[in-house]
């Protein structure tokens, strides 16, 4: 089974390696908690202008945003 995965930390990572989830919700107007769940993969559904929001500051398409993975299940 796969999962959907976000990408932001990595993004963020490569952008600025001092760039903050609290200074990146400043900059792109989105809420510290929807910035953080994403950071942590801690999602089950994500807001489409919040997708538009990230991909536009990172100037980036939406499969370099999320991606999915295979999910290793436990026995």
């Given at each position: 089974m796969k999962?959907?995965?976000?990408?932001?930390?990595v993004?963020?990572a490569?952008?600025?390696?001092?760039?903050?989830?609290?200074?990146?919700?400043?900059?792109?107007?989105?809420?510290?908690?929807?910035?953080?769940?994403l950071?942590r993969?801690?999602?089950?559904?994500v807001?489409t202008?919040t997708v538009?929001?990230l991909?536009?500051?990172f100037?980036?398409?939406v499969?370099d945003?999320?991606?999915?993975?295979?999910?290793e299940?436990?026995?």
């Amino acid at each position: 089974m796969k999962r959907m995965y976000c990408r932001l930390a990595v993004l963020m990572a490569e952008k600025n390696p001092q760039l903050s989830q609290r200074q990146l919700a400043e900059e792109t107007k989105l809420g510290v908690t929807t910035i953080n769940r994403l950071f942590r993969n801690d999602f089950s559904r994500v807001d489409t202008n919040t997708v538009e929001t990230l991909c536009a500051y990172f100037g980036c398409e939406v499969g370099d945003l999320f991606v999915l993975k295979e999910v290793e299940q436990i026995v």
